[in-house]
């Protein structure tokens, strides 16, 4: 087997257009809780009922003993971001006026993670380890989706 190394970005094969189709897909029961969770400012993850294990983001059964997960639990909003990128381009190859800092972020105590972006922080500073907190949008903004959180912040 072998592995194709993209070396540009005008190498990376994606669309840039709409994919017009007549579908709508739900979050779930589970998945609007924890989107309403986001809307009202919190962030809550899935308790399993039998090995209570939390979540996040929460998913409707256990991946640990395939438990159905039917609570919400609120979580501490203090997370460790455990890996990151800087993107200093857009999608077309374009130079963004500011890089922009996307990481992977984890909860003490929870299984799982968020992706989202990191701000106000520079390249430079941000590492493995660094302690983040949500920033969410002023709530006569927030719809209930993961973008009510503006991004995550160093604390």
């Given at each position: 087997m072998s592995f194709e190394k993209i070396n540009v970005n005008t190498d990376i094969r994606h669309w840039l257009h709409t994919i017009e189709q007549g579908y709508r897909y739900t979050a779930g029961p589970i998945g609007t809780k924890f989107l309403e969770g986001i809307k009202a400012g919190k962030l809550l993850a899935g308790k399993c009922p039998v090995c209570g294990r939390l979540l996040i983001p929460p998913k409707a059964f256990c991946q640990y003993d395939f438990a159905e997960i039917k609570d919400l639990v609120e979580i501490?909003?203090?997370?460790?971001?455990?890996?990151?990128?800087?993107?200093?381009?857009?999608?077309?190859?374009?130079?963004?006026?500011?890089?922009?800092?996307?990481?992977?972020?984890?909860?003490?105590?929870?299984?799982?993670?968020?992706?989202?972006?990191?701000?106000?922080?520079?390249?430079?500073?941000?590492?493995?380890?660094?302690?983040?907190?949500?920033?969410?949008?002023p709530e006569s903004e927030r719809r209930g989706s993961i973008t009510d959180i503006i991004g995550f912040e160093p604390i």
């Open positions: 501490a909003p203090v997370g460790v971001v455990r890996t990151y990128t800087v993107v200093y381009e857009d999608s077309y190859g374009n130079k963004l006026a500011k890089p922009v800092i996307i990481g992977f972020i984890e909860f003490p105590g929870v299984v799982g993670g968020l992706i989202h972006y990191i701000i106000n922080a520079e390249p430079n500073n941000v590492r493995a380890g660094l302690k983040v907190r949500p920033v969410f949008k």
